[in-house]
């Protein structure tokens, strides 16, 4: 019951967070596939909550949030929220975790998934995400 309340909680203050955040810069950072998402009136990737849904790499459940000032927030129920930051410039999304930059190529992009491939040293992780559930909060 207690990692429930603190998933819950996280997921709470990671909602919270995206969605005080600015977006007026965004669309400069964002990959073509989310700009067209963006111009068509569909949410991107940025300030929404994504869950891991399937991954050669990531646990399933984990949580992502890729806020518009380039913050990058990950956490899971086991552990503590990390960050790390993402860019979007000449045409290359770079993801940071803990001081690591990763090359990363946008497999695909809709309101029901974000699969994205990282490129790290050791090989390609592939990951895809949907948009994460509200656990609810117990009395």
């Known amino acids: 019951m207690k990692n ?20 007026s810069d965004t669309a400069d950072k964002l990959p073509p596939a989310a700009q067209q ?13 994504w869950e ?9 459940g984990m949580l992502y949030v890729f ?8 956490s899971s129920k086991n552990s503590q929220p990390a960050f790390g930051g993402w860019t979007y410039q000449g ?7 803990g ?8 497999l695909a ?3 029901e998934e974000f699969r994205i491939r990282s490129k790290h040293p050791g090989g390609s992780v592939e990951i895809a995400m949907v948009p994460a559930r509200s656990a609810p909060l117990a009395p």
Not at 38 to 47: D, H, L, S, W
Not at 67 to 74: C, K
Not at 99 to 106: K, L, N, R, T, W
């Open 52 to 60: 891991v849904s399937l991954s050669t790499g990531v646990a399933p």
């Open 4 to 23: 429930l309340l603190q998933r819950a909680a996280c997921v709470l203050a990671l909602v919270l967070v995206a969605a005080c955040s600015e977006t």
């Open 67 to 74: 806020l518009s000032d380039g913050t990058l927030v990950m």
């Open 109 to 111: 992009l809709s309101h």
């Open 37 to 49: 998402a963006a111009a068509a009136g569909k949410p991107g990737f940025v300030n929404k909550v």
């Open 91 to 97: 045409g290359a999304l770079t993801m940071t975790e």
């Open 99 to 106: 001081g690591q930059e990763y090359q990363v190529d946008i």
